[in-house]
């Protein structure tokens, strides 16, 4: 591995603005990349935020991977950036993952007799400091773990709801903040990447955590930065500049009229780089404008060119073939995952109708829940399925919370 052709930011980045010195000085200190001390620090500043701090329709959970060999600095990284934003305002700090069920079970507590939940860590971040442990459980039949990820980067519904009460949870959408830092070994990274759950990285901002530029004599420890997290229950949707609103819905108009095409791994990529954005903002105390959107253009470019070099790194030239048959693979895994759900969904709902015809009367969440396949609600948690029947008009919440069909 040659760390000399490594994708990294360049020194100019981190000249804008002292706040991004100090991450260049954080990284260099503990002999690690600048690039991966940020990706983890951007982490810990969406964890600071409570859940009402929000992008115009989206969320800023967050997610970053961390890419290189044992032992070469992904935790020194992590651990970087926790120096330098020690306090961020949540128990959850690092936490390892387990589980789909595992990580709803620490944002909420067991439901209640009315089948309702207590959020208890609504801000969480978590570490899964040796990934190839996270793909592991992924794989596992029945698992909802990687699911669980992909909806809690959006912000969406998670949990189930089982026959036994003490496993039922259910946390609601935009109700709470979830940031998760993947350390990744490059050949366990291009397994993700050209795997069956390659629809997932689309979502995850990488970095390497090697440097060609770690000085010989490293510099101090920059002093800490003052904490950014706000009282519990501050509503925000951050002020974006409307060139960069314009940017986005430009491409998207050609994306309609299919003048571009997306690669597979880049659907999310102008999401992403918001997200990226409102971070790199709230860190410095300002409103999206177009130079944090250009800034975080940067950052979210050498994600994708990391992303590249993880392929490259892992597969030979005389695998070109193979290259191009994953790509192709990693496309129609993506379709067909989305066609799943919208099939998951289309029939969850079609059983709740039903239900509904034959119950005659008001019915409760439970009513609902029992008319739905327990393998469908491994795929969509039960509110989900629910909030987009009520959204769709095919069934009406009443103002006692029961459900009924339309008049």
């Not at 993506?334 to 034959?358: A, H, P, T, W």
């Not at 029947?389 to 009406?396: C, F, L, N, P, S």
Request: net charge neutral.
């Amino acid at each position: 591995m040659n760390p000399i052709h490594i994708p990294r930011l360049p020194a100019s980045f981190y000249e804008h603005s002292d706040i991004l010195r100090k991450v260049q000085q954080a990284g260099f200190n503990r002999i690690t990349s600048p690039d991966a001390v940020l990706a983890c620090l951007l982490c810990r500043v969406s964890a600071s935020l409570e859940p009402g701090i929000v992008l115009p329709d989206a969320s800023l959970n967050f997610i970053s991977a961390l890419i290189g060999g044992s032992g070469t600095g992904k935790s020194v990284a992590f651990r970087a950036a926790s120096d330098l934003l020690p306090d961020i305002g949540t128990r959850v700090d690092g936490w390892g993952v387990g589980s789909g069920q595992g990580m709803t079970k620490i944002i909420a507590g067991k439901a209640d007799e009315n089948g309702e939940c207590h959020i208890v860590n609504p801000r969480v971040l978590f570490l899964a400091d040796e990934g190839e442990q996270l793909l592991k459980v992924g794989k596992q039949d029945a698992s909802i773990t990687l699911p669980t990820i992909r909806t809690a980067w959006s912000g969406g519904s998670l949990g189930q709801t089982n026959a036994d009460a003490d496993r039922s949870r259910n946390v609601g959408a935009g109700l709470y903040r979830f940031a998760l830092t993947i350390g990744l070994q490059p050949r366990f990274a291009s397994e993700l990447l050209t795997g069956q759950h390659a629809g997932d990285p689309q979502r995850y901002l990488f970095a390497h955590v090697q440097h060609p530029e770690q000085p010989s004599v490293q510099p101090r420890f920059p002093e800490p930065l003052a904490p950014l997290y706000q009282p519990a229950g501050t509503e925000l949707e951050l002020q974006v500049d409307p060139e960069v609103t314009r940017l986005i819905t430009d491409y998207r108009v050609k994306k309609q009229r299919g003048e571009v095409i997306d690669e597979a791994l880049d659907s999310h990529r102008h999401l992403l780089t918001l997200k990226t954005a409102g971070l790199l903002s709230l860190l410095h105390n300002e409103d999206i404008s177009i130079h944090w959107w250009n800034m975080a253009s940067q950052v979210v470019e050498v994600s994708r060119n990391v992303r590249t070099w993880v392929i490259g790194y892992a597969l030979s030239d005389e695998q070109t073939t193979i290259t191009r048959k994953a790509e192709t693979e990693v496309s129609l895994q993506i379709q067909k995952d989305e066609l799943r759900e919208r099939e998951v969904l289309d029939s969850m709902i079609r059983s709740m109708v039903n239900r509904l015809k034959d119950y005659g009367i008001p019915a409760n969440h439970s009513v609902l829940n029992q008319a739905c396949s327990g393998k469908h609600k491994h795929i969509i948690p039960i509110d989900r399925a629910i909030s987009e029947a009520v959204k769709r008009g095919q069934i009406v919440r009443t103002d006692k919370g029961q459900f009924v069909l339309p008049r």
